[in-house]
């Protein structure tokens, strides 16, 4: 049974102001069942206030093996990376 | 005992409770997925957190210095108050899930009339639980339509059920005498007035999910007074096995 359900991926938001968190995956029929289960599977300790549900084969993922021209920007250009400002400690989640 | 009438009235509700969540306990790991596995323990916990408050307020009243334990552990069989449509088995996840909706929309009603109780426990507990209700009733009415308007065999296995089981939807709103008195103490919820509101609930769900409405008139009756059907034994055998094994244990 479980087999023919399609494969869906959750996100959960922990509380307001927070941005929506990758929380796993599971199987349901529909939306509607996969908004149910992963309100039991997920957030019955309450762990978030806010879900959504995304079909995982909606989503594209990059390549794994294009990850040296995706993801490894030349370290000379210092300019590029904003490491010289001092965060204040009132800014949280950055 | 200082008040015989509340404390039957108590257990009235709470055996329901204890003896449809064991139900459900029982298929923790059995479930037919994962997903829906994890969610019928989630219930059965609900249930078995709302027996607990019962049941210490129930031992209170009682006056005996027993616990809450003893309670749900060491009677005997005839003084489980439980309807007959809770320890129904659980014949296939159609079944269990007619059950519970059966149960959900009577349970949810009762919870909503207790949670305006002169008694302020028994509001309290009520007023806590409606949440907890409201999801299993969203959850098992789901799964009947599901099922329901699902294929031909759903369909059909999912009828079965419903026919099955509506001959033992009448007992729910028998009132005992416990229950009379405590109406009109303004601490207990007169099912029998709502009892048109849940056949109309159930009647809309159930046309919804393309069932037909069982138009029998025959109603099995009796777990209110104790006369349980022959599923109650061993369902307290598997409840019971470790107190009367091992007296007093705990964990």
Redesign the interface.
């Known amino acids: 049974?479980?087999k023919n359900?399609p494969l869906w991926e959750i996100f959960v938001r922990s509380k307001n102001g927070l941005e929506h968190r990758h929380f796993g995956s599971?199987?349901?029929?529909d939306a509607?069942?996969a908004l149910?289960?992963a309100?039991?599977?997920y957030t019955?300790r309450s762990e978030g206030v806010s879900i959504w549900v995304v079909e995982s084969k909606h989503i594209t993922a990059s390549n794994p093996a294009d990850n040296g021209e995706l993801f490894e920007p030349a370290q000379d250009k210092v300019y590029r990376h904003p490491t010289f400002y001092d965060l204040p400690d009132e800014v949280k989640h950055m | 005992m200082n008040n015989k009438d509340l404390y039957n009235y108590i257990l009235g509700i709470a055996d329901n409770s204890l003896i449809l969540g064991q139900r459900l306990g029982e298929l923790c790991g059995h479930g037919p997925t994962l997903e829906t596995d994890i969610a019928g323990t989630n219930i059965s916990l609900d249930l078995i957190g709302q027996t607990r408050s019962y049941y210490q307020y129930a031992a209170k009243i009682q006056g005996e210095g027993k616990s809450e334990d003893d309670i749900a552990f060491l009677r005997l069989e005839r003084d489980y108050k439980n309807v007959l449509l809770v320890e129904q088995p659980n014949t296939h996840f159609g079944y269990v899930m007619g059950r519970q909706y059966l149960f959900d929309v009577y349970h949810l009603l009762l919870m909503q009339g207790l949670a305006n109780s002169a008694d302020e426990t028994l509001a309290a507990i009520a007023k806590k639980g409606i949440k907890e209700v409201s999801y299993h009733k969203r959850f098992s009415g789901d799964w009947v339509k599901r099922l329901g308007d699902g294929t031909e065999e759903s369909n059909e296995k999912m009828q079965e059920a419903i026919d099955d089981l509506w001959t033992y939807t009448d007992e729910l709103f028998d009132l005992t005498e416990s229950d009379e008195k405590m109406i009109s103490e303004g601490i207990g919820v007169d099912a029998s007035a709502f009892k048109n509101q849940y056949y109309d609930e159930v009647t809309a769900l159930l046309k919804e999910a393309n069932l037909q409405v069982p138009e029998g008139k025959y109603f099995i009756r009796g777990g209110k007074k104790g006369v349980h059907s022959e599923h109650m034994g061993y369902l307290l055998a598997d409840l019971q096995y470790m107190q009367r094994t091992y007296p007093n244990m705990e964990w």
């Open positions: 049974m479980s359900w599971l199987h349901a029929a509607e069942m149910a289960n309100r039991d599977v019955r």
